[in-house]
């Protein structure tokens, strides 16, 4: 059986740009709505809300007033791969997968200053993305993934973890 190939979306980043979060590949949903963590479930954008909540994040209706939210915290957002062939949304699917090109877009976020990988998939491509991006100096963060499918963590783990890398970079 032949997969259909998949083609994940632009980068979501911009010259305030000072951390950058690596997904996998977008999940079926955020395929289909063009978005994000457009999973209802996925635990992103709430995350997001609760590391800044004097700030109201706009709901998930207004995705262009999201991404600006995103962009005035310092974030950046995109995945490891650019496409691949993959049947539903989990990472263990994911095949014949070809890699974003990170050097593309270093000259888009000049104060980039830390990398965070949501979830393992991403995170087996830490080396190869920062040395792309010409960033040696950078850590390697593999963050626990934001998605449903990660069940073995809870909201509070998952947000203590996310709120330590953001600490790190200077955006809380």
Same mark, same amino acid.
């Given at each position: 059986?032949?997969?259909?190939?998949?083609?994940?979306? !632009? @980068?979501?980043?911009?010259?305030?740009?000072?951390?950058?979060?690596?997904?996998? $590949?977008?999940? *079926?949903?955020?395929?289909?709505?063009?978005? +994000? +963590? =457009?999973?209802?479930?996925?635990? $992103?954008?709430?995350?997001?809300? =609760?590391?800044?909540?004097?700030?109201?994040? !706009?709901? @998930?209706?207004? +995705?262009?007033?999201?991404? %600006?939210? *995103?962009? =005035?915290?310092?974030?950046? /957002?995109?995945? /490891? +791969?650019?496409?691949?062939?993959?049947?539903?949304?989990?990472? %263990? =699917?994911?095949?014949?997968?070809? &890699?974003?090109?990170?050097?593309?877009?270093?000259?888009?976020? !000049?104060?980039?200053?830390?990398? /965070?990988?949501?979830?393992?998939?991403?995170?087996?491509? #830490?080396?190869?993305?920062?040395?792309?991006?010409? &960033?040696?100096?950078?850590?390697?963060?593999?963050? @626990?993934?934001?998605?449903?499918?990660?069940?073995?963590?809870? $909201?509070?783990?998952? *947000?203590?973890?996310?709120? #330590? #890398?953001?600490?790190? #970079?200077?955006?809380?």
């Amino acid at each position: 059986m032949s997969l259909r190939r998949l083609h994940g979306l !632009p @980068p979501l980043v911009g010259p305030d740009t000072r951390l950058l979060v690596l997904g996998s $590949f977008p999940s *079926l949903a955020s395929l289909q709505a063009q978005q +994000y +963590y =457009a999973h209802p479930q996925n635990h $992103f954008w709430k995350i997001l809300q =609760a590391l800044w909540p004097q700030h109201l994040l !706009p709901g @998930p209706d207004e +995705y262009e007033r999201r991404c %600006t939210w *995103l962009l =005035a915290r310092g974030l950046g /957002v995109w995945d /490891v +791969y650019a496409s691949c062939e993959r049947e539903g949304s989990l990472d %263990t =699917a994911i095949r014949n997968a070809e &890699v974003n090109d990170f050097a593309a877009i270093k000259a888009q976020c !000049p104060q980039l200053q830390l990398i /965070v990988h949501n979830g393992g998939e991403s995170y087996k491509h #830490a080396e190869l993305v920062r040395s792309s991006l010409g &960033v040696e100096h950078f850590p390697l963060i593999k963050l @626990p993934s934001t998605s449903p499918a990660n069940a073995s963590w809870s $909201f509070e783990r998952k *947000l203590e973890a996310w709120r #330590a #890398a953001m600490a790190q #970079a200077g955006l809380l």
